[in-house]
């Protein structure tokens, strides 16, 4: 684990950014106390992330996906290609 600066993360964002995708754990300080953590988060981590990190995330998921199963709405292909319809214009 390495400490940090944020003056140093203002210079050096993109060394610190390899070294915490290679991972390393980052904290950052300022004026010498922790402020916040650089992890390295592939894909697939993140939604696990937030998940355990914001825990009403998933009851909001589940109940937005109770609410489309009990009253019906667009799938997901559907919506997409609603999408592309909707960006030609």
Do not use: C, W
């Not at 600066?5 to 390393?24: F, T």
């Not at 106390?33 to 998940?51: C, M, N, Q, R, Y």
């Amino acid at each position: 684990m390495k400490f940090v600066a944020v003056r140093e993360l203002q210079i050096n964002s993109s060394r610190i950014l390899d070294k915490v995708k290679k991972g390393e754990d980052v904290v950052l300080t300022r004026l010498g106390k922790p402020e916040a953590a650089l992890i390295h988060l592939t894909e697939d981590e993140l939604d696990e992330f937030l998940v355990l990190r914001h825990p009403t995330l998933m009851k909001e998921l589940e109940s937005a996906y109770e609410e489309f199963r009990k009253k019906g709405g667009i799938t997901q292909k559907a919506m997409k290609e609603k999408l592309r319809r909707r960006g030609k214009r």
